[in-house]
């Protein structure tokens, strides 16, 4: 398990409101960060961009919190828990981690994790937890491994709900970015944009859907989402 060192006593904060996004590929290595994770963490992009996600790990984390991590993302199930991350300087930050496999054609291709600002009393449970864990002390239930923090929540969580969104918000901006550099037609700029309001607003209804009415309604509107797809798809084409 890599530690990283030194440490201090000096505790940073997410803003309000903000999220922490990273993805990483297969083996845990970062692929892509947001402005909040290079912010918080000290590090710049570039030195986050092809690094382990475990370089922003706090030596105050327990294996078990990881071990259970990749375990339940590895199956294809969304992981949240309570995490505690170094900064480049060696101060720390603690995070509401969620973290779900990206999917493509059925098969995992890697990880999202977002990360946002956690409530005090879940900061003590965590640290309360974490402290027995590393003395050795008896965990309340073994198989669990702290699983009082680390649930299996998906988009029930509304957390990770407020986060998706964002998340996808971002990578649909950054699709559209790209359709319009290649698409030089001021009428089919115009059709972009209509296409793009629209697989903007299937998505957040989409995820919404997965929070408040259940599996079923959700993938009802991903066949929706994926024909908005298709038509921004066809579009460039022309």
């Not at 892509?32 to 912010?39: A, D, G, K, T």
């Not at 294996?63 to 992981?79: H, N, V």
């Not at 009415?213 to 798809?233: C, L, P, R, V």
Request: with cysteine; net charge positive.
């Amino acid at each position: 398990m890599r530690i990283n060192q030194p440490v201090t006593r000096v505790e940073r904060h997410l803003q309000e409101g903000a999220f922490i996004v990273s993805t990483t590929d297969l083996r845990g290595v970062i692929t892509s960060v947001n402005e909040e994770f290079v912010r918080v963490s000290g590090f710049t992009e570039e030195e986050l961009i092809g690094q382990p996600q475990n370089l922003v790990r706090h030596p105050d984390m327990p294996p078990a919190a990881f071990e259970d991590l990749w375990r339940t993302i590895k199956a294809g199930r969304s992981w949240q828990g309570m995490v505690k991350n170094r900064c480049k300087n060696g101060d720390f930050y603690w995070v509401d981690a969620s973290v779900s496999a990206i999917v493509e054609n059925g098969q995992i291709v890697g990880y999202m994790s977002i990360r946002s600002k956690p409530a005090p009393d879940q900061v003590e449970e965590a640290e309360r937890l974490y402290a027995s864990a590393r003395a050795g002390g008896p965990m309340e239930d073994p198989e669990r491994k702290l699983r009082i923090l680390f649930q299996d929540m998906g988009f029930k969580n509304r957390v990770w709900t407020a986060a998706a969104v964002e998340a996808f918000r971002k990578t649909s901006q950054e699709f559209r970015k790209r359709a319009r550099r290649d698409t030089g037609n001021a009428k089919q700029l115009d059709e972009l944009d209509r296409l793009f309001a629209a697989f903007y607003a299937t998505g957040q209804a989409m995820v919404t859907a997965y929070q408040t009415q259940g599996a079923t309604k959700g993938n009802h509107i991903m066949a929706d989402f994926d024909k908005a797809s298709e038509a921004i798809t066809s579009q460039v084409r022309k």
